[in-house]
Nanobody, 120 residues
Framework: QVQLVESGGGLVQPGGSLRLSCAAS????????MAWYRQSPGNQRELVAD???????DYADSVKGRFTVSRDTAKNTLYLQMSSLKPEDTAVYYC??????????????WGQGTLVTVSS
């Protein structure tokens, strides 16, 4: 069974930077998409950024130019470099992988979330 563990969250001042990581354990034959979502109190979970198996990336308009998604394919690890952070970026950040297992079944898995707080 695949599990995802996020790390790197914390408290940062406005204008600061943080780097989130998402490490996978378990058997993954091939990853389809790796993504970061976030959810703040009273709001729905929203897509922040994703990267496909071919390396194509996509970003929410609110983070374009400030956040960068990347991956280490050998380690099945996902990263989110966040810069010029704003108070409205405060949220719990979740990683999500969609992948095929070795029986070529489609699977989707979520991490437990890591809290990012942007405040002075």
């Amino acid at each position: 069974q695949v599990q995802l563990v996020e790390s790197g969250g914390g408290l940062v001042q406005p204008g600061g930077s943080l780097r989130l990581s998402c490490a996978a354990s378990g058997s993954i034959a091939s990853i389809i998409t790796m993504a970061w979502y976030r959810q703040s109190p009273g709001n729905q979970r929203e897509l922040v950024a994703d990267i496909t198996e071919r390396g194509s990336t996509d970003y929410a308009d609110s983070v374009k130019g400030r956040f960068t998604v990347s991956r280490d394919t050998a380690k099945n690890t996902l990263y989110l470099q966040m810069s010029s952070l704003k108070p409205e970026d405060t949220a719990v950040y979740y990683c999500n992988y969609s992948y095929h297992d070795y029986l070529y079944r489609y699977n989707e898995v979520w991490g437990q979330g890591t809290l990012v707080t942007v405040s002075s």
